[in-house]
C-alpha cells in the first residue's frame, strides 16, 4: 500500500494505474473508509475483468449446513454463480482473489433500508419515531427530486457494497413521481447491488399517506412491474412497500396486498412499532400468507407472532432504530420463538450505523440480554447463552435471502447459487489474531476489514477499493444534494 499526500491509502494497483499523473493534485473520493478507485468512465479494468474468479486459499465460512466452515479453501465462480467450492482448484484463466489471512462469507443481506435517506444523514439521532414521522416522512421527503432520489440510491448502496453488504430491500417511499422511482431503481442498478426494490408510497404528503390512510397503493406499481421489472432474473426484483394496518384503512390493506398478489411480488409493511394488533387485524380480514413481511413487529402480542410464523411470514428487526426511537425491543426472539423468519436491517442512515456488522451484533447481543434478564432478576446465574454467533451469521445471510424471498440464489456459499461473495481480512488490527471465523465476523470485524466483494460474480470492491465508474468523483454531487434539501426543508 502506499500513501497519497492526504496520507489516505491508495492500493498499489491503482497507484501504477494513475501512471505519470502526480498523487499530490489528485483527490480521492471517500466512500466510507474505502477510497473510489479511479479507473476511467469509459471502462475499468480492475472492476469486472474476468467472467471467472477464483477465490483462492480463504477460510470460507459456507452457512451451508451441509459444508460448514473450510480451511485453505478456494472457490471458484463462473458466469455470475458459484462453480465449485474445494482446495486446490484448477483455474488458470481465473481471475484470481487472494484470501489466505481472510474469511470468506456470503454478502450479507441487509433485509431493510430506506437506501433514499443516506443523502441525509446525521439528522435523526437524537428523534423518536414521532418526530422522524412528522420530519422525514412529513417534511425531509417533500424536497426530494428525482435526482436526489437518485443519488441517495446510488450512494446508499455503493456503501452497502462497501460494508459487504451484496443484496437489500430498498423500502422506497418517496415514490413522489414516477421519475422519482424510476431514477431510484436506476440509482440501484448503477451500484450493481443485488436488490428487492419495494415501492412504496409518495413522501410528498404524510397526513395523506401515513394517518389511516384511505388512498390505495399507487397504481404506477403495474407501470413499474411490466416496464422495469419485465423477468424476474437478474439482480433487481420488485416488491410492494404497503402501509398496512397501522398506517391505513381495512379497505386499503385489503386492497394493497390484493394488489401485489395479483401482480405476484411480495409486500412488506412497518407494523407493531406504535402498538399491537396489526397482525389480528390482517388475520380477521384474512389476509396472512407467505408473502409477507413484517418490520419491527417490537410491540406485537405472542398470537400475533405465532400468525406470523404459522402463516410463514418474515419479521425484519433494525435494533438500533427501534432502541432509540421507542418503538420497543426488538423482536428477534418473538419471531423465532413463533417460527416466523428472523431477518435484520439497518432502516434509517439519517441516524443509526448503515453496517450490518452493527446490526446484527447489536442484534444477538441486545437479544442475550433480553433472554438472559429472566434469570438475573432471580438472582441466578446464566449457565449458556441463548444464541450462538453462527445463529446471527444466519441472520445477516441465509434467513435475510429466506426473507426476501431469495434463498435459492443467494445466502449461502453453495455451488449453484450466485455469486455473492463477501471476503474480510483477517490480518488487520482488530481481527488479528483470529481463532474462530464465525467469531471475527460477528464481533470483531467492521467496514475497515471489507477486503473484496462479488455480487453476482462481478468484482464491485477488491483490495479495499470500490470499484463503480458511474460514483467515483461524484460523492460531492450527493452531498449538494443533502446540503440543498435540509435547506428546503422547514425544521
Ligand atoms: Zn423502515
Redesign the pocket.
Known amino acids: 500500500m502506499a500513501n497519497d499526500a492526504d496520507g489516505t491509502e491508495v492500493s498499489r494497483r491503482n497507484y501504477l494505474k494513475l501512471g505519470g499523473a502526480t498523487l499530490a493534485g489528485v483527490s480521492f473520493a471517500s466512500v466510507g473508509s474505502a477510497v473510489m478507485d479511479r479507473g476511467s468512465d469509459d471502462g475499468d479494468e480492475g472492476a469486472q475483468a474476468s467472467n471467472t474468479v477464483l477465490i483462492q486459499d480463504g477460510t470460507v465460512v459456507t452457512v451451508d449446513p451441509e459444508r460448514g466452515v473450510l480451511d485453505e479453501a478456494d472457490i471458484l465462480v463462473r458466469d455470475g454463480e458459484i462453480d465449485a467450492i474445494g482446495s486446490d482448484i484448477d483455474a488458470p484463466a481465473a481471475d484470481v482473489v487472494d484470501a489466505s489471512d481472510s474469511i470468506v462469507v456470503p454478502g450479507f443481506v441487509n433485509a431493510?433500508l430506506?437506501t433514499w435517506e443516506s443523502g441525509v444523514r446525521g439528522v435523526a439521532g437524537n428523534w423518536t419515531f414521532l418526530e422522524y414521522l412528522e420530519k422525514m416522512l412529513g417534511e425531509i421527503s417533500s424536497h426530494y427530486r428525482p435526482e436526489d432520489a437518485y443519488l441517495g440510491n446510488l450512494f446508499g448502496a455503493v456503501q452497502q457494497l462497501n460494508a459487504g453488504t451484496t443484496t437489500v430491500l430498498d423500502?422506497f417511499h418517496i415514490a413522489n413521481t414516477p421519475d422519482h422511482t424510476d431514477r431510484a431503481i436506476d440509482g440501484l442498478a448503477d451500484a450493481g447491488i443485488r436488490s428487492l426494490f419495494v415501492h412504496g408510497p409518495p413522501g410528498d404528503d404524510s397526513a395523506t399517506w401515513w394517518s389511516n390512510s384511505d388512498e390505495p397503493h399507487p397504481d404506477d406499481i403495474r407501470r413499474l412491474h411490466e416496464e422495469r421489472f419485465p423477468s424476474e432474473d437478474g439482480l433487481l426484483t420488485l416488491g410492494m412497500g404497503i402501509r398496512g394496518p397501522d398506517y391505513s384503512t381495512d379497505e386499503v390493506v385489503t386492497q394493497d396486498i390484493e394488489l401485489a398478489r395479483e401482480i405476484g411480488i411480495p409486500a412488506s409493511m412497518?407494523i407493531g412499532s406504535l402498538g399491537p394488533g396489526g397482525v389480528s387485524k390482517l388475520d380477521e380480514l384474512g389476509l396472512l400468507g407467505d408473502d409477507l413481511n413484517y418490520?419491527h413487529a417490537n410491540r406485537l402480542t405472542e398470537e400475533e407472532f405465532q400468525l406470523i410464523g404459522e402463516s410463514g411470514g418474515s419479521v425484519s428487526t433494525?435494533p438500533e432504530v427501534e432502541l432509540q426511537m421507542g418503538m420497543g425491543m426488538p423482536a428477534l426472539g418473538d419471531a423465532i420463538d413463533a417460527g416466523a423468519i428472523p431477518s435484520v436491517g439497518v432502516?434509517?442512515v439519517s441516524n443509526v450505523s448503515d453496517d450490518m456488522f452493527t446490526q446484527n451484533r447489536m442484534a444477538l447481543q441486545v437479544q442475550r440480554g433480553l433472554d438472559n434478564q429472566p434469570t438475573v432478576e432471580a438472582n441466578e446465574q446464566i449457565q449458556d447463552v441463548s444464541l450462538t454467533a453462527h445463529r446471527a451469521l444466519e441472520f445477516a445471510t441465509i434467513e435475510g435471502a429466506r426473507a426476501l424471498g431469495l434463498d435459492d440464489e443467494i445466502g449461502s456459499l453453495t455451488p449453484g447459487k450466485r455469486a455473492d461473495i463477501t471476503v474480510i481480512d483477517t490480518d488487520d488490527l482488530n481481527t488479528a489474531a483470529s481463532h474462530n471465523p464465525v467469531e471475527t465476523v460477528v464481533f470483531q470485524s467492521g467496514i475497515e476489514n471489507v477486503d473484496t466483494v462479488l455480487v453476482d460474480g462481478n468484482v464491485v470492491k477488491r483490495n479495499g477499493l470500490i470499484h463503480n465508474p458511474t460514483a467515483q468523483n461524484h460523492l460531492d454531487r450527493l452531498e449538494a444534494s443533502g446540503r440543498r434539501i435540509m435547506r428546503e426543508s422547514d425544521l
Do not use: K
Open positions: 431493510h430506506h423500502w412497518h418490520v433494525t432502516d434509517i
